[in-house]
């Protein structure tokens, strides 16, 4: 059996951003890690689903990202120059990769947007939680994947049990942010309310979360009824009109892959 270095990724990550938040630069905790640092006591059932971290990812904005290559060379982290070049000669994509030269493990960080399968734009929300984004940045993160896998299931089906649904983002998730983001974008909207959907069934799937699987349905099925009665921009009326006739979001390789889960 593979050993769980998840309790150690997470402290790397509380590190880092403690240390950034010192040095002026705003580093949130993206994927995985966020999940298990905002789910303290779903730590167990995370472990008992063999849910383990292999890589950190974090985000900043832009005016910060000649200040983050010095920033993490002073931590120790080694700076991968030709992988930070090439998502930007390739995509067009400000991200910079760093490496543990202790594990060899992979730090990205990428900013102002998460561009893929859909783009969610934090440029904006970083101040609104702290270390990690918020978790209704966290779960849009883990819900706009087409090609959903059971990892990203796990961590959302975590979210659900640990947090209520609310127009609040103070430990919550903030229906009224979701329900808005994803009037705007069909493409979103669709993704995410299929996901959800099956997510009501994948529940059963998951022994560990018998106790709670009533407490989560009810929840997802809370937020799609917000989602499904939030007024839709024009924009998104029309393009519900083609449907998935059309391609409605972008391959993982046509954006390099997005954070690491």
């Not at 103070?170 to 942010?177: F, T, W």
């Amino acid at each position: 059996m593979a050993v769980n270095h998840s309790d150690e990724f997470v402290a790397a990550a509380l590190k880092v951003a403690e240390a950034g938040r010192g040095a002026g630069i705003p580093l949130r905790v993206l994927g995985a890690c966020a999940i298990r640092i905002h789910s303290p006591s779903s730590k167990p059932l995370l472990d008992q689903m063999s849910r383990s971290i292999s890589d950190l990812d974090f985000i900043s904005t832009g005016k910060y990202e000649s200040k983050v290559t010095p920033f993490f060379t002073q931590l120790g982290y080694k700076p991968d120059s030709e992988a930070s070049k090439y998502y930007a000669h390739m995509y067009g994509m400000l991200r910079d990769r760093f490496k543990d030269p202790n594990t060899n493990a992979t730090l990205d960080v990428f900013y102002d947007k998460l561009e893929m399968c859909h783009t969610i734009d934090l440029s904006k929300r970083l101040e609104v939680d702290f270390p990690t984004i918020s978790l209704s940045d966290l779960f849009l993160e883990k819900t706009q994947i087409v090609k959903i896998n059971k990892k990203d299931i796990q961590d959302t089906l975590v979210l659900f049990r640990e947090h209520p649904v609310s127009e609040s983002d103070q430990d919550s998730l903030n229906s009224k942010y979701i329900s808005h983001v994803l009037s705007e974008d069909w493409g979103f909207y669709y993704t995410v309310t299929t996901n959800l959907r099956n997510m009501t069934e994948h529940v059963r799937t998951f022994p560990v979360l018998s106790d709670s699987a009533d407490a989560i349905r009810k929840k997802i099925d809370q937020l799609l009824q917000i989602i499904e009665a939030e007024p839709k921009s024009f924009k998104w009326r029309m393009r519900a009109r083609v449907g998935p006739r059309q391609k409605w979001y972008k391959d993982v390789d046509e954006v390099s892959m997005g954070p690491a889960v």
